[in-house]
Protein backbone atom coordinates (compact mmCIF):
# COMPACT_ATOMS: atom_id res chain seq x y z
CA UNK A 1 0.00 0.00 0.00
CA UNK A 2 1.64 3.39 -1.04
CA UNK A 3 2.11 5.94 1.44
CA UNK A 4 -0.31 8.44 -0.18
CA UNK A 5 -2.94 5.58 0.41
CA UNK A 6 -2.67 5.22 3.82
CA UNK A 7 -2.18 8.72 5.14
CA UNK A 8 -5.33 10.45 6.30
CA UNK A 9 -6.79 13.75 3.56
CA UNK A 10 -4.36 16.28 3.46
CA UNK A 11 -6.29 18.71 5.08
CA UNK A 12 -7.07 16.58 7.70
CA UNK A 13 -3.42 15.75 8.78
CA UNK A 14 -2.67 19.55 8.38
CA UNK A 15 -5.29 20.27 10.97
CA UNK A 16 -4.24 17.27 13.60
CA UNK A 17 -0.81 18.56 13.31
CA UNK A 18 -1.68 22.57 13.78
CA UNK A 19 -4.05 21.02 17.06
CA UNK A 20 -0.75 19.46 18.30
CA UNK A 21 1.60 22.11 17.91
CA UNK A 22 -1.30 24.02 19.87
CA UNK A 23 -2.24 21.99 22.59
CA UNK A 24 0.94 19.71 22.73
CA UNK A 25 3.41 21.86 21.84
CA UNK A 26 2.03 25.13 23.14
CA UNK A 27 2.67 27.15 19.87
CA UNK A 28 0.41 30.62 20.29
CA UNK A 29 0.90 31.12 16.46
CA UNK A 30 -1.74 28.00 16.14
CA UNK A 31 -4.36 29.12 18.53
CA UNK A 32 -7.97 28.20 18.03
CA UNK A 33 -7.24 24.57 16.55
CA UNK A 34 -10.25 22.43 16.70
CA UNK A 35 -9.56 19.24 18.39
CA UNK A 36 -12.39 16.58 20.20
CA UNK A 37 -12.62 17.48 23.74
CA UNK A 38 -11.99 13.84 24.82
CA UNK A 39 -8.50 13.86 22.53
CA UNK A 40 -7.82 17.25 24.35
CA UNK A 41 -8.52 15.45 27.45
CA UNK A 42 -6.41 12.68 27.14
CA UNK A 43 -2.97 14.59 25.65
CA UNK A 44 -3.29 16.59 28.98
CA UNK A 45 -3.50 13.69 31.05
CA UNK A 46 -0.34 12.64 28.89
CA UNK A 47 1.66 15.82 29.98
CA UNK A 48 0.22 16.45 33.29
CA UNK A 49 1.90 12.83 33.82
CA UNK A 50 5.37 14.34 32.54
CA UNK A 51 5.06 12.61 29.24
CA UNK A 52 6.41 14.01 25.80
CA UNK A 53 5.45 12.62 21.94
CA UNK A 54 9.20 12.45 21.06
CA UNK A 55 9.64 9.27 23.93
CA UNK A 56 10.21 6.02 22.91
CA UNK A 57 7.23 3.31 23.63
CA UNK A 58 8.01 0.02 24.11
CA UNK A 59 5.97 -2.52 24.29
CA UNK A 60 6.97 -4.91 27.32
CA UNK A 61 7.28 -8.32 26.66
CA UNK A 62 5.03 -10.51 28.73
CA UNK A 63 5.53 -14.13 30.43
CA UNK A 64 3.51 -16.80 29.57
CA UNK A 65 2.80 -17.26 32.92
CA UNK A 66 1.18 -13.56 32.85
CA UNK A 67 -0.16 -14.45 30.01
CA UNK A 68 -1.98 -16.89 31.58
CA UNK A 69 -3.00 -15.45 34.71
CA UNK A 70 -4.53 -12.61 32.26
CA UNK A 71 -6.60 -15.30 30.33
CA UNK A 72 -7.96 -16.82 33.53
CA UNK A 73 -9.25 -13.28 35.03
CA UNK A 74 -11.45 -12.48 31.70
CA UNK A 75 -12.56 -15.91 31.00
CA UNK A 76 -15.94 -15.22 31.11
CA UNK A 77 -15.23 -12.01 28.64
CA UNK A 78 -13.44 -13.86 26.27
CA UNK A 79 -15.72 -16.60 25.68
CA UNK A 80 -18.27 -13.87 25.13
CA UNK A 81 -16.17 -12.14 22.53
CA UNK A 82 -14.15 -14.86 20.98
CA UNK A 83 -17.30 -15.57 18.14
CA UNK A 84 -17.87 -11.85 17.95
CA UNK A 85 -14.32 -11.62 16.98
CA UNK A 86 -14.02 -14.60 14.37
CA UNK A 87 -16.89 -12.94 12.47
CA UNK A 88 -15.16 -9.25 12.88
CA UNK A 89 -11.78 -10.41 11.66
CA UNK A 90 -14.03 -12.72 8.50
CA UNK A 91 -15.82 -8.91 7.73
CA UNK A 92 -12.18 -6.53 8.02
CA UNK A 93 -9.75 -9.02 6.80
CA UNK A 94 -9.27 -7.58 3.12
CA UNK A 95 -8.75 -3.93 5.20
CA UNK A 96 -5.44 -5.01 7.47
CA UNK A 97 -7.34 -4.03 10.48
CA UNK A 98 -7.64 -6.41 13.02
CA UNK A 99 -9.08 -6.88 16.49
CA UNK A 100 -7.69 -6.63 19.95
CA UNK A 101 -9.85 -6.85 23.21
CA UNK A 102 -8.72 -5.81 26.23
CA UNK A 103 -10.10 -5.69 30.22
CA UNK A 104 -10.69 -2.24 32.19
CA UNK A 105 -7.13 -1.57 33.08
CA UNK A 106 -5.93 -1.35 29.03
CA UNK A 107 -4.84 -5.22 29.49
CA UNK A 108 -5.06 -7.27 25.93
CA UNK A 109 -7.04 -10.19 26.99
CA UNK A 110 -7.53 -11.66 23.44
CA UNK A 111 -6.87 -10.98 19.76
CA UNK A 112 -8.19 -11.54 16.21
CA UNK A 113 -6.84 -12.36 13.32
CA UNK A 114 -3.82 -10.67 12.18
CA UNK A 115 -2.37 -9.53 8.87
CA UNK A 116 0.46 -11.70 7.09
CA UNK A 117 3.63 -10.81 5.99
CA UNK A 118 6.97 -9.90 7.69
CA UNK A 119 6.75 -6.14 6.58
CA UNK A 120 7.04 -3.54 9.11
CA UNK A 121 3.34 -3.04 9.39
CA UNK A 122 2.96 -6.44 10.15
CA UNK A 123 5.77 -6.57 12.72
CA UNK A 124 4.19 -3.40 14.81
CA UNK A 125 0.93 -5.46 14.53
CA UNK A 126 2.74 -8.01 16.09
CA UNK A 127 3.78 -5.80 18.92
CA UNK A 128 0.39 -4.67 20.37
CA UNK A 129 -1.66 -7.87 19.46
CA UNK A 130 -0.27 -10.44 22.42
CA UNK A 131 -2.11 -11.16 25.56
CA UNK A 132 -0.88 -9.68 28.01
CA UNK A 133 0.44 -6.53 26.34
CA UNK A 134 -0.56 -2.81 28.63
CA UNK A 135 -2.43 -0.76 25.95
CA UNK A 136 -3.35 1.72 28.50
CA UNK A 137 -3.15 5.52 28.63
CA UNK A 138 -0.61 5.14 31.34
CA UNK A 139 1.23 3.06 28.93
CA UNK A 140 0.54 4.35 25.70
CA UNK A 141 -0.58 7.57 25.85
CA UNK A 142 -3.20 8.35 23.44
CA UNK A 143 -5.22 5.67 21.85
CA UNK A 144 -8.61 4.61 21.25
CA UNK A 145 -8.37 1.61 24.13
CA UNK A 146 -7.57 4.63 26.52
CA UNK A 147 -9.93 6.92 24.86
CA UNK A 148 -12.91 4.35 24.93
CA UNK A 149 -12.36 3.35 28.64
CA UNK A 150 -11.66 6.70 30.12
CA UNK A 151 -14.44 8.44 28.56
CA UNK A 152 -17.47 5.30 28.20
CA UNK A 153 -17.68 6.17 24.63
CA UNK A 154 -16.87 4.83 21.35
CA UNK A 155 -13.95 6.82 19.23
CA UNK A 156 -12.22 7.10 16.03
CA UNK A 157 -8.87 8.04 16.35
CA UNK A 158 -6.49 9.18 13.66
CA UNK A 159 -2.79 7.98 13.38
CA UNK A 160 -1.66 11.70 14.10
CA UNK A 161 -4.07 11.96 16.99
CA UNK A 162 -1.89 9.89 19.52
CA UNK A 163 -0.14 11.32 21.51
CA UNK A 164 3.48 9.66 20.96
CA UNK A 165 5.63 9.76 17.83
CA UNK A 166 6.13 6.15 17.93
CA UNK A 167 2.70 5.08 18.04
CA UNK A 168 1.07 7.37 14.86
CA UNK A 169 1.58 4.24 12.88
CA UNK A 170 -1.58 3.44 13.96
CA UNK A 171 -5.15 4.27 13.16
CA UNK A 172 -7.72 2.39 15.95
CA UNK A 173 -11.72 2.60 16.29
CA UNK A 174 -12.84 1.38 19.61
CA UNK A 175 -16.00 0.69 22.30
CA UNK A 176 -16.11 0.33 25.70
CA UNK A 177 -17.71 -3.40 26.87
CA UNK A 178 -20.27 -2.71 29.80
CA UNK A 179 -20.37 -5.79 32.13
CA UNK A 180 -24.65 -6.85 33.11
CA UNK A 181 -24.66 -4.23 36.02
CA UNK A 182 -23.43 -1.47 34.15
CA UNK A 183 -19.83 -1.27 35.02
CA UNK A 184 -17.04 -0.97 32.59
CA UNK A 185 -15.00 -4.40 31.93
CA UNK A 186 -13.66 -3.31 28.72
CA UNK A 187 -13.08 -2.47 25.30
CA UNK A 188 -12.80 -3.55 21.55
CA UNK A 189 -10.58 -1.93 19.53
CA UNK A 190 -10.06 -2.15 15.29
CA UNK A 191 -6.62 -0.97 14.73
CA UNK A 192 -4.70 -0.77 11.54
CA UNK A 193 -0.85 -0.11 10.50
CA UNK A 194 -0.69 2.51 8.61
CA UNK A 195 -3.57 1.73 6.55
CA UNK A 196 -6.28 4.06 4.92
CA UNK A 197 -8.71 5.68 7.13
CA UNK A 198 -11.62 4.30 8.11
CA UNK A 199 -14.01 6.04 10.52
CA UNK A 200 -16.59 4.01 9.45
CA UNK A 201 -15.28 1.37 11.76
CA UNK A 202 -16.21 3.33 15.06
CA UNK A 203 -20.33 2.53 14.06
CA UNK A 204 -18.89 -1.27 13.66
CA UNK A 205 -17.22 -1.29 16.78
CA UNK A 206 -19.46 -0.41 18.44
CA UNK A 207 -22.34 -2.74 17.13
CA UNK A 208 -20.10 -5.49 18.21
CA UNK A 209 -19.42 -4.57 21.38
CA UNK A 210 -22.98 -4.46 22.01
CA UNK A 211 -22.89 -7.93 20.96
CA UNK A 212 -20.17 -8.94 23.52
CA UNK A 213 -22.41 -7.49 25.78
CA UNK A 214 -25.45 -9.30 24.82
CA UNK A 215 -23.61 -12.49 25.05
CA UNK A 216 -22.30 -11.69 28.39
CA UNK A 217 -25.47 -11.15 29.56
CA UNK A 218 -26.68 -14.05 28.36
CA UNK A 219 -24.08 -16.23 30.42
CA UNK A 220 -25.15 -14.42 33.80
CA UNK A 221 -27.01 -16.46 36.12
CA UNK A 222 -30.67 -15.61 36.96
CA UNK A 223 -33.64 -17.54 36.55
CA UNK A 224 -35.71 -15.26 33.85
CA UNK A 225 -34.50 -13.21 31.13
CA UNK A 226 -36.56 -10.70 29.62
CA UNK A 227 -35.85 -9.44 26.03
CA UNK A 228 -37.87 -5.87 25.67
CA UNK A 229 -38.85 -4.15 22.56
CA UNK A 230 -40.82 -1.48 21.82
CA UNK A 231 -43.81 -2.30 20.01
CA UNK A 232 -43.69 -3.03 16.33
CA UNK A 233 -39.71 -3.95 16.70
CA UNK A 234 -38.54 -7.26 15.49
CA UNK A 235 -37.75 -9.75 18.33
CA UNK A 236 -34.17 -10.67 18.88
CA UNK A 237 -33.06 -7.28 16.89
CA UNK A 238 -29.58 -5.83 18.17
CA UNK A 239 -31.64 -2.59 19.60
CA UNK A 240 -33.07 -5.12 21.93
CA UNK A 241 -33.09 -4.97 25.54
CA UNK A 242 -32.48 -7.80 27.91
CA UNK A 243 -32.90 -7.88 31.47
CA UNK A 244 -32.08 -10.84 33.87
CA UNK A 245 -34.42 -11.68 36.64
CA UNK A 246 -33.77 -13.56 40.35
CA UNK A 247 -36.14 -15.75 41.24
CA UNK A 248 -37.47 -13.27 44.08
CA UNK A 249 -38.40 -10.80 40.97
CA UNK A 250 -35.25 -8.84 41.26
CA UNK A 251 -32.83 -7.33 38.05
CA UNK A 252 -29.32 -9.44 38.42
CA UNK A 253 -28.25 -7.68 35.03
CA UNK A 254 -29.50 -5.73 31.98
CA UNK A 255 -27.36 -4.48 28.76
CA UNK A 256 -27.35 -0.84 27.55
CA UNK A 257 -30.43 -0.89 25.67
CA UNK A 258 -32.72 -2.38 28.29
CA UNK A 259 -31.06 0.59 30.77
CA UNK A 260 -32.09 3.44 28.42
CA UNK A 261 -35.54 2.08 27.66
CA UNK A 262 -36.15 1.36 31.22
CA UNK A 263 -34.38 4.52 32.15
CA UNK A 264 -33.06 2.65 35.48
CA UNK A 265 -29.64 2.52 36.79
CA UNK A 266 -27.89 -0.53 37.90
CA UNK A 267 -24.58 -1.28 40.04
CA UNK A 268 -23.63 -2.48 43.24
CA UNK A 269 -25.91 -1.79 45.81
CA UNK A 270 -28.83 -1.02 43.66
CA UNK A 271 -31.80 -3.36 44.56
CA UNK A 272 -33.98 -3.30 41.84
CA UNK A 273 -37.32 -5.14 41.54
CA UNK A 274 -39.90 -5.58 38.32
CA UNK A 275 -42.20 -4.13 40.56
CA UNK A 276 -40.09 -0.48 39.75
CA UNK A 277 -39.99 -0.84 36.52
CA UNK A 278 -43.63 -3.05 34.90
CA UNK A 279 -46.79 -2.32 36.06
CA UNK A 280 -47.87 -5.60 36.73
CA UNK A 281 -46.41 -8.27 39.11
CA UNK A 282 -43.51 -10.32 38.72
CA UNK A 283 -45.29 -13.24 38.87
CA UNK A 284 -47.21 -12.53 35.83
CA UNK A 285 -44.22 -12.57 33.87
CA UNK A 286 -42.56 -15.77 35.26
CA UNK A 287 -45.90 -17.39 34.57
CA UNK A 288 -46.22 -15.95 31.04
CA UNK A 289 -42.64 -17.94 30.54
CA UNK A 290 -43.75 -21.02 31.90
CA UNK A 291 -46.94 -21.34 29.77
CA UNK A 292 -44.36 -20.40 26.65
CA UNK A 293 -46.17 -16.67 25.85
CA UNK A 294 -43.34 -15.85 23.25
CA UNK A 295 -44.57 -12.11 23.65
CA UNK A 296 -46.77 -10.16 26.04
CA UNK A 297 -47.56 -6.23 25.66
CA UNK A 298 -46.36 -4.96 29.15
CA UNK A 299 -47.50 -2.04 30.58
CA UNK A 300 -44.51 0.57 32.31
CA UNK A 301 -45.46 2.98 35.00
CA UNK A 302 -44.18 5.92 32.99
CA UNK A 303 -47.91 5.06 30.57
CA UNK A 304 -45.62 3.46 28.25
CA UNK A 305 -45.85 -0.08 26.50
CA UNK A 306 -43.45 -2.27 25.32
CA UNK A 307 -43.03 -6.09 24.07
CA UNK A 308 -41.60 -8.81 26.50
CA UNK A 309 -40.22 -12.09 25.71
CA UNK A 310 -39.74 -13.88 28.25
CA UNK A 311 -37.95 -16.86 28.96
CA UNK A 312 -37.45 -19.15 31.44
CA UNK A 313 -33.58 -19.43 32.69
CA UNK A 314 -31.80 -23.19 31.31
CA UNK A 315 -34.24 -23.60 28.66
CA UNK A 316 -33.78 -22.86 24.98
CA UNK A 317 -34.33 -19.81 23.32
CA UNK A 318 -37.80 -19.04 22.34
CA UNK A 319 -38.97 -19.01 18.49
CA UNK A 320 -39.46 -15.70 17.48
CA UNK A 321 -41.89 -17.14 14.69
CA UNK A 322 -45.72 -17.55 15.61
CA UNK A 323 -48.85 -14.82 15.90
CA UNK A 324 -49.20 -16.02 19.34
CA UNK A 325 -49.02 -12.83 21.77
CA UNK A 326 -50.52 -12.03 25.27
CA UNK A 327 -52.53 -8.91 24.20
CA UNK A 328 -52.26 -5.45 26.42
CA UNK A 329 -55.71 -5.54 27.65
CA UNK A 330 -55.37 -9.18 28.89
CA UNK A 331 -52.24 -8.04 31.39
CA UNK A 332 -54.40 -5.15 32.12
CA UNK A 333 -57.81 -7.60 32.97
CA UNK A 334 -55.24 -9.60 34.93
CA UNK A 335 -53.58 -6.98 37.09
CA UNK A 336 -57.07 -5.64 37.84
CA UNK A 337 -58.58 -8.77 38.91
CA UNK A 338 -55.19 -9.45 41.36
CA UNK A 339 -56.42 -5.89 42.93
CA UNK A 340 -59.58 -6.26 43.55
CA UNK A 341 -58.90 -10.08 45.05
CA UNK A 342 -56.11 -8.17 47.30
CA UNK A 343 -58.55 -6.00 48.42
CA UNK A 344 -61.03 -8.51 48.85
CA UNK A 345 -63.69 -7.58 46.52
CA UNK A 346 -63.62 -3.65 47.68
CA UNK A 347 -63.59 -2.24 43.68
CA UNK A 348 -63.19 1.19 45.49
CA UNK A 349 -59.68 0.47 46.79
CA UNK A 350 -58.46 -1.56 44.40
CA UNK A 351 -59.11 0.92 42.28
CA UNK A 352 -57.21 3.64 44.82
CA UNK A 353 -53.84 1.18 44.58
CA UNK A 354 -53.68 1.23 41.02
CA UNK A 355 -54.30 4.63 40.75
CA UNK A 356 -57.07 4.47 37.94
CA UNK A 357 -61.02 5.09 38.32
CA UNK A 358 -63.87 2.72 39.72
CA UNK A 359 -65.39 3.12 36.62
CA UNK A 360 -62.37 2.01 34.49
CA UNK A 361 -62.09 -1.41 37.26
CA UNK A 362 -65.77 -1.54 36.37
CA UNK A 363 -65.57 -1.57 33.06
CA UNK A 364 -62.56 -3.77 32.78
CA UNK A 365 -63.52 -6.33 35.28
CA UNK A 366 -65.77 -9.55 33.97
CA UNK A 367 -69.24 -9.03 35.65
CA UNK A 368 -68.70 -12.34 37.72
CA UNK A 369 -65.90 -10.37 39.59
CA UNK A 370 -67.37 -7.20 40.58
CA UNK A 371 -68.15 -6.59 44.30
CA UNK A 372 -69.36 -3.14 45.90
Given at each position: ?219 HPCELRLGIAWP ?141
Amino acid sequence: MTASLASPLPERSISIAQARREWIDGDADTQGARVEPWLLRSWQRCLAAGRQPREHVSFDPVSAQAAMRVAERNRALVSAARPVIERLSRAIADTRYFAILTDADGIVVDVGALPGGSDPAARHARDIARIGVDLSERAVGTTAIGAALAEHESVWLHRGEHFFDDTSVYSCAGAPLFGPLGECIGMLDLTGVQVVERPELRHLAALSARSIENALLLQHPCELRLGIAWPGSAPGADTEGLLCIDADGYVAGANAAARHMLHQPLGAGLALNCNDLFALPPQMLFDAARRGDPVLEVPLWSGLRVQVRPQLAGRPPLSSQGNGRTRLRDVETALIRKAVDEARGNVAEAARALGISRATVYRKLPRSRRAG
